[in-house]
């Protein structure tokens, strides 16, 4: 999955950074919620607002607002 203008945990600062170049990520084995509920990969849309929790390429929690 490819997505742009998502923030990012960063552990090094204790905050969320704004990326906005393209981030490319594997969803495998990530815990995905969209407005609170558990969903699916395939419920993330353009213009949606995400939160990434990752290590490297690889999502460990995906917040979709």
Same mark, same amino acid.
């Given at each position: #999955?490819? #997505?742009?203008? $998502? *923030?990012?945990? *960063?552990?090094? &600062?204790? &905050?969320?950074? %704004? =990326?906005?170049? *393209? %981030? &490319?990520? *594997?969803?495998?084995?990530? #815990?995905?919620? /969209?407005?609170? @509920? %558990? $969903?699916?990969?395939?419920?993330? @849309? $353009?213009?949606?607002?995400?939160?990434? %929790?990752?290590?490297?390429? =690889? #999502? =460990?929690?995906?917040?979709? /607002?």
């Amino acid at each position: #999955v490819s #997505v742009r203008d $998502a *923030s990012d945990w *960063s552990e090094h &600062r204790s &905050r969320w950074m %704004l =990326k906005n170049n *393209s %981030l &490319r990520m *594997s969803l495998d084995h990530a #815990v995905i919620y /969209k407005n609170g @509920a %558990l $969903a699916d990969p395939d419920m993330l @849309a $353009a213009g949606d607002r995400v939160y990434l %929790l990752r290590d490297d390429f =690889k #999502v =460990k929690l995906l917040l979709i /607002k």
